[in-house]
């Protein structure tokens, strides 16, 4: 019974993410890999812990999107992806949700470096 319980959790958050991407202007799309010998399901998930969603804007930005419940994203493997893939127009980003307070957005840049948007309500 906790598998469904933590299955619908991640459900609602995955609908949270997409719905603030599209607020943002984002066209959306939840990237899963199906199978009956997939071992993971995330976009990438060879070459990082992979990606939920690949949303895009009029302006030409892809945001490769990793969403998370009260956990943030292993750092180690999104930056050393960032370091490789990362552009101007290409964006890797983490978004965790913190039950009922709100969103952590980290941005994982081509340089290393992490930028972080802490929207919780305090």
């Not at 991407?21 to 990438?44: A, N, P």
């Amino acid at each position: 019974m906790a598998g469904n319980v933590s299955r619908s959790k991640g459900k609602r958050t995955l609908k949270r993410a997409r719905e603030e991407l599209e607020r943002e202007g984002f066209i959306v799309d939840r990237v899963e890999l199906t199978g009956k010998y997939t071992h993971s399901k995330d976009l990438f998930s060879e070459h990082c812990d992979g990606f939920d969603l690949l949303a895009l804007n009029a302006r030409g930005q892809i945001r490769m999107v990793q969403v998370k419940t009260n956990t943030r994203p292993s750092k180690k493997s999104y930056i050393a992806f960032a370091k490789v893939y990362a552009t101007r127009y290409i964006q890797v980003w983490g978004y965790t949700w913190f039950d009922r307070k709100g969103w952590v957005k980290q941005r994982f840049n081509k340089d290393g470096t992490i930028k972080e948007y802490d929207q919780r309500s305090k």
